[in-house]
């Protein structure tokens, strides 16, 4: 596509329940970002895949979080057995890797809601 | 640890005036440096992207100017328009020598308001 999309853009879950949230990025783009946004907040790092490298996990919140990137296309975060501290924006983004190619590009992000 | 802030936090103008948003990061070690534009309910959009080497970059009624040294950025809006209303957000990157695949930090953001 155009641009990179996120699925859901709305999501209401119960806590305990496990939610995904899917990442489409611009094609031929290497690298891919997951960011939180939590309410009033600043944009926080949540996960970074280059390619085939190891993906970057460090700013994972706990290990109810996961991401994985398949085919170094879409990628899916999981969050597992929600809070409602996990109530945020999630936004997905990519860039495309190379010299002079710095720009990020952001989708419109998967809204959640953990009531 | 680099951090960015972003001053002030929430700025409210008449339309037509000339506004500069301020951001500072506090290590110079960076690879580049990009403004967004948040609308609510939205994702971001990029506006600007200086590269370290740069001093500044333009694009229609915006300026953004960076001065690494002392560790500032600054984005200027010419003559306002409430379709101007938004969060505006910098982020710094950081070089890929650091050992971080964290690339982009970002500071909380200013809330323009350009009132009619």
């Known amino acids: 596509g155009a641009g990179v999309s996120q699925s859901p853009s709305n999501k209401v879950t119960e806590k305990g329940k496990d939610v995904e949230l899917r990442c489409d990025p611009i094609?031929?783009?290497?690298?891919l970002y997951w960011y939180r946004q939590s309410l009033g907040q600043g944009l926080e790092f949540l996960i970074y895949?280059?390619?085939?490298?190891?993906?970057?996990k460090s700013g994972l919140p706990s290990d109810r979080f996961s991401a994985e990137r398949t085919g170094g296309s879409v990628s899916t975060l999981t969050i597992q057995r929600t809070q409602q501290e996990d109530s945020a924006v999630y936004l997905c983004?990519?860039?495309?890797?190379?010299?002079?190619?710095?720009?990020?590009?952001f989708g419109e992000g998967s809204w959640l809601t953990v009531v | 640890k680099q951090e960015v802030t972003q001053i002030p936090a929430a700025l409210s103008v008449p339309e037509g005036e000339n506004l500069v948003l301020n951001c500072s990061f506090t290590d110079s070690a960076i690879y580049n440096l990009q403004w967004f534009r948040q609308d609510p309910g939205k994702g971001l959009t990029s506006l600007l992207l200086?590269?370290?080497?740069?001093r500044e970059q333009t694009s229609g009624r915006l300026n953004a100017s960076l001065d690494k040294s002392s560790g500032r950025s600054t984005l200027y809006i010419a003559a306002s328009q409430p379709g101007d209303s938004a969060t505006y957000l910098c982020a710094v990157g950081i070089p890929f020598s650091s050992g971080s695949a964290r690339q982009l930090t970002f500071g909380s953001g200013t809330q323009l308001t350009v009132l009619p």
């Open positions: 200086i590269q370290s080497s740069q």
């Open positions: 094609s031929g783009h290497t690298a």
């Open positions: 983004a990519s860039r495309k890797q190379g010299q002079g190619a710095n720009t990020i590009y």
């Open positions: 895949f280059q390619g085939n490298s190891a993906p970057d």
